[in-house]
């Protein structure tokens, strides 16, 4: 099995920053692309941001220019550096991974538990 585990959320400002990260573990052979996504509580699961093998990302419209995805392969962690938030950013933020434990295995698509972010003065 695979586990995601994400940190970061948490209380800011608008106009303040966090960064969100989402560690996998368990048996992973490799991984294929890793986003986030977000939930308001009245509101649908949506991507925020995308990374893909080789290093191509998309990003929502509404948060492109203040967030920011990367990844650390080598330690099967992805990350979401958000700048400048708007209280309109404050969601449940969830990682997602396709990850394929074997060689021979098809890929398998995990959720994180989510982690809680608030933007409020």
């Known amino acids: 099995q695979v586990q995601l585990v994400e940190s970061g959320g948490g209380l800011v400002q608008p106009g303040g920053s966090l960064r969100l990260s989402c560690l996998a573990s368990g048996r992973i052979h490799s991984i294929d692309g890793m986003a986030w996504y977000r939930q308001p509580p009245d509101g649908q699961r949506t991507l925020v941001a995308r990374i893909i093998s080789g290093g191509l990302t998309n990003y929502a419209d509404s948060v492109k220019g203040r967030f920011t995805i990367s990844t650390d392969n080598a330690k099967n962690t992805v990350y979401l550096q958000m700048n400048s938030l708007k209280p309109e950013d404050a969601a449940v933020y969830y990682c997602?991974?396709?990850?394929?434990?074997?060689?021979?295995?098809?890929?398998?698509?995990?959720w994180g538990q989510g982690t809680q972010v608030t933007v409020s003065s």
């Open positions: 997602n991974m396709m990850v394929r434990q074997s060689p021979t295995w098809s890929l398998n698509n995990y």
